[in-house]
């Protein structure tokens, strides 16, 4: 496999077989940007939501033309874990405009909680129609107005305002999609609910677990303590075919089939990922650089998320 990715490259792609008067209104608002999103078909995605909640505190929005994107960025260094989410918004929007700080920096990025996302997107699951839009009455918010069915000829509305603080330009750097690990094994993820039971009884018995896995389709779960030692195993759960940039297949390349790559992550942290779990991924897999860090990987239809767990030394 090449060293890294680029930044937008598709992770399907690489998978491959695998798988109104605008300065006037910036005036009024004081926000640099507009978004306003409707959808009345397809709710806003809470299920996605709720796992972000389970992962992160607070966390970045990222909106362009076509995109959302969900982003927790901690220092890797620091023994922070880090996340990507990507959603195309006209998967979940019948309605959709956006208008960054300029025709160059069409983009938008918001910090905010997104429990309190959540806790407004549980209201509206049997909403008419939801509209979500970019406002600043005493300090941006990101408002939902939620529709809700009616007896009478009258609309019930249902108005949240969600404070959001507005990321400045020289800052968006600090939260682009992360490179590719350059791994040594990458494998497919066993049953998640099975995986998640496995880590569940394991976390009562040591704060941190080694994932280990091999070209061969076998991956173990390991906790090793002074009074107990554990291991699951799993097996022929087959290995992502990975398309390098010049379209020739990698990962791992020249390595032995039966060589282990492993890793020891704080077993918290991967269980966060698995105990708020919605994505109800097509795909899911891993990726290992031996001993640095473990690249986590659910895939849906419309949705990508990625998790980034650094080993413990």
């Not at 930044?7 to 008067?21: H, I, K, N, T, W």
């Not at 995605?45 to 969900?70: E, S, W």
């Amino acid at each position: 496999m090449s060293g890294q990715t680029q930044g937008r490259q598709c992770l399907c792609e690489r998978l491959g077989p695998a798988f109104s008067d605008n300065e006037k209104r910036k005036g009024e608002t004081g926000v640099h940007g507009v978004i306003t999103a409707v959808t009345s078909s397809s709710l806003p995605p809470a299920g996605i939501i709720n796992t972000i909640v389970k992962l992160a505190k607070t966390c970045i929005l990222r909106l362009t033309v076509c995109k959302l994107y969900f982003i927790l960025s901690d220092k890797v260094a620091n023994g922070g874990a880090s996340m990507w989410c990507e959603l195309s918004q006209g998967n979940f929007f019948d309605e959709f405009q956006m208008e960054g700080v300029a025709a160059e920096h069409n983009e938008i990025y918001l910090e905010f909680v997104p429990e309190n996302l959540w806790r407004a997107l549980k209201t509206a699951q049997s909403a008419k129609a939801v509209k979500i839009k970019l406002t600043n009455k005493h300090c941006p918010c990101l408002r939902v107005a939620v529709e809700l069915p009616s007896l009478s000829s009258s609309s019930r509305i249902v108005t949240h305002d969600i404070p959001v603080g507005v990321i400045p330009r020289r800052m968006w750097n600090d939260f682009r999609e992360p490179s590719m690990p350059d791994f040594d094994v990458s494998i497919y993820l066993p049953v998640l609910k099975t995986m998640k039971s496995v880590v569940e009884r394991m976390k009562n018995l040591s704060n941190f677990i080694v994932i280990e896995a091999n070209l061969s389709g076998e991956m173990n779960l390991k906790i090793e303590t002074d009074l107990v030692s554990v291991t699951t195993h799993f097996k022929d759960l087959g290995n992502p075919p990975w398309a390098s940039e010049d379209g020739c297949q990698s990962s791992g390349q020249g390595r032995d089939l039966e060589s282990m790559a492993e890793a020891c992550i704080d077993i918290k942290k991967l269980q966060q990922l698995l105990a708020g779990q919605q994505v109800n991924p097509t795909k899911a897999l891993c990726n290992i650089v031996h001993k640095r860090i473990v690249h986590f990987i659910l895939l849906h239809e419309e949705v990508s998320l990625q998790y980034f767990i650094p080993a413990i030394a």
